[in-house]
């Protein structure tokens, strides 16, 4: 279970200055998944990255499944936007997902043998011996989705993975995601911008408002073994989706 | 040079558009080879016909005699020095000069340009250091190389090492600053310790500034090398050459002077197919272009 409570962070010395998260208070069960739905300048990634233990908080408290969080925890991994930019392009695809596991004392054997069942997972088997920049971008998120899962953390940060292909790859992808967690059982904190991913994929949305903080909480309760057509088809998908709007929407104006 | 590059982007984007329109790979790859084969066939035209103006231009007396061989009598002595151990002899030397020269620069300047590149405040306690050493011009520094290390190779050494040992430092400090901060927080959030983190993250993505600084150091370095050699007297290409022009033998001077010529290309053709080689991944190096 991941505990954060009175979360805040402010960047440069100045304690008193405006924060970029306050008073940012949730949990997220085991298991779940949990979207965090925010306008772009809320806050979401710097939220993303002090819960991931990459930069330190200003004051607050998060724990991961009890522990507190003060670097990268060994059961978390991170999933960011930019693709491109987080696979090494001088490693092929195989070693991009395997290199992380040496570090966690995984040994050779074990390695390879996560590696090819997480590259199986996300349907790229046959694409270890490439390099990232010869696939199409959604492959590539795939590569970045099949190295944390082969990490085998208990919970994957996910910080708008999908923002940045095309509409066709995208729902693939959601699908891809979907299917994999339920899969492995993991937890799933997914950041986005966009309320119909939120609530495609989500048991639980929360909106952020700016300053980062938990402004509206909705549970979705569609039926799970969602579908891109029967669910977004579904009355409570439309009820949902004009709350998060809403809810969005009629939030505090920032500066 | 800027021709060039164009040329390079233009034919690069003809490639991708044709295997995008479906074109079997293999015919491609044949109208491809034939446009090389043209290529080659125009750079060989190129130089044949400047070759043979020269001749023209020695034969009738255009250009004097006594400066001036035919090219034949030029390339026969070419054939003959090559067949003979002293060229070889001092091609070592010039060569053994440059290697010991930018091996030991790179030695230097690798570590320290990593430590500057990473630390803020060392890169701004030394940049007005480095501005002001780096301009120095090289051959300024003769007379002190000559006087601390005599005529030697260590005189050589010394010269190449002080004068290349710059713009590797400047490249490797430029590579590891630019390593992109997104891969850091990759690594990071993978626990990967610094030491990991260093040489599976800041050296590959540096490696191809690194390997621009090296390219660049080389071609400096021959310059280096061969004139210390015509200047001082250091044993090398550069004294042969001096030799055989104070011994009025111009076929041979000029035969040096384009051994010399051919060593530069060499080395600069060598530096080049170990960066294709090694940055394969490098999109300066890329041969396939995803879609």
């Known amino acids: 279970?991941?505990?954060?409570?009175?979360?805040?962070?402010?960047?440069?010395?100045?304690?008193?200055?405006?924060?970029?998260?306050?008073?940012?208070?949730?949990?997220?069960?085991?298991?779940?998944?949990?979207?965090?739905?925010?306008?772009?300048?809320?806050?979401?990634?710097?939220?993303?990255?002090?819960?991931?233990?990459?930069?330190?908080?200003?004051?607050?408290?998060?724990?991961?499944?009890?522990?507190?969080?003060?670097?990268?925890?060994?059961?978390?991994?991170?999933?960011?936007?930019?693709?491109?930019?987080?696979?090494?392009?001088?490693?092929?695809?195989?070693?991009?997902?395997?290199?992380?596991?040496?570090?966690?004392?995984?040994?050779?054997?074990?390695?390879?043998?996560?590696?090819?069942e997480a590259l199986d997972a996300v349907g790229l088997a046959g694409r270890g011996d490439r390099y990232p920049w010869q696939l199409s971008g959604g492959m590539q998120q795939r590569v970045a989705i099949a190295r944390a899962l082969a990490y085998r953390p208990s919970i994957l940060l996910m910080d708008e993975p999908f923002a940045s292909v095309d509409a066709q790859t995208r729902s693939g992808l959601e699908d891809l995601l979907l299917g994999v967690w339920e899969r492995y059982g993991i937890t799933v904190l997914f950041v986005t911008h966009d309320i119909d991913e939120a609530v495609y994929l989500a048991d639980?949305?929360?909106?952020l408002r700016p300053p980062a903080n938990v402004g509206h909480e909705v549970?979705?309760?569609?039926?799970?073994?969602?579908?891109?057509?029967?669910?977004?088809?579904?009355?409570?998908?439309?009820?949902?989706?004009?709350?998060?709007?809403?809810?969005?929407?009629?939030?505090?104006?920032?500066? | 040079m800027s021709l060039e590059g164009v040329q390079t982007v233009g034919s690069a984007r003809r490639r991708t558009a044709r295997t995008a329109d479906g074109l079997p790979e293999g015919r491609v790859r044949r109208a491809l080879g034939s446009r090389r084969i043209r290529d080659l066939g125009l750079k060989v035209t190129g130089v044949l016909t400047v070759l043979v103006a020269l001749e023209l231009c020695a034969r009738l007396g255009v250009l004097s005699r006594d400066w001036f061989p035919p090219m034949t009598d030029t390339y026969v002595e070419l054939a003959k020095l090559a067949f003979g151990h002293p060229l070889w002899t001092e091609i070592g030397r010039t060569l053994s000069g440059w290697a010991l020269g930018i091996g030991l620069a790179a030695l230097l300047a690798i570590p320290i340009g990593v430590l500057l590149g990473s630390n803020r405040t060392a890169y701004r306690l030394s940049r007005v250091v480095i501005e002001f050493c780096r301009p120095v011009p090289s051959v300024a520094l003769i007379p002190l190389a000559v006087l601390v290390y005599g005529v030697g190779l260590e005189m050589k050494v010394f010269l190449i090492v002080f004068v290349t040992f710059w713009p590797i430092l400047l490249q490797v400090i430029y590579g590891v600053q630019d390593v992109d901060p997104l891969v850091y927080d990759t690594a990071r959030s993978y626990g990967l310790p610094p030491r990991a983190r260093f040489f599976r993250i800041t050296l590959p993505s540096a490696a191809p500034y690194i390997a621009t600084g090296l390219r660049i150091a080389s071609a400096i370095a021959l310059v280096l090398a061969v004139t210390a050699e015509l200047v001082v007297g250091a044993p090398g290409l550069g004294q042969s050459i001096v030799v055989a022009q104070s011994n009025a033998n111009l076929p041979r001077m000029y035969a040096l002077i384009i051994v010399t010529g051919l060593v530069g290309w060499a080395l600069n053709t060598a530096f080049q197919a170990i960066e294709r080689r090694l940055l394969r991944w490098h999109p300066s190096q890329r041969a396939e272009v995803a879609s």
């Open chain 1, 1 to 116: 279970m991941l505990e954060v409570a009175n979360l805040r962070k402010v960047y440069g010395p100045d304690p008193h200055a405006a924060p970029a998260v306050a008073d940012l208070t949730f949990t997220v069960a085991d298991r779940e998944f949990v979207c965090i739905l925010g306008s772009s300048g809320c806050g979401k990634t710097t939220m993303l990255r002090c819960l991931s233990g990459l930069i330190p908080s200003t004051s607050g408290h998060i724990s991961l499944r009890g522990k507190p969080v003060t670097g990268p925890p060994d059961d978390m991994a991170f999933v960011f936007q930019d693709y491109s930019r987080s696979l090494l392009p001088w490693m092929t695809v195989r070693r991009n997902v395997a290199f992380p596991l040496r570090y966690k004392g995984v040994d050779r054997r074990e390695a390879e043998a996560l590696t090819d």
């Open chain 1, 204 to 207: 639980r949305v929360l909106v």
């Open chain 1, 219 to 255: 549970t979705v309760n569609l039926p799970r073994g969602r579908d891109q057509v029967e669910t977004k088809a579904h009355p409570e998908f439309g009820r949902l989706r004009g709350e998060l709007f809403a809810a969005l929407d009629g939030g505090p104006v920032a500066a």
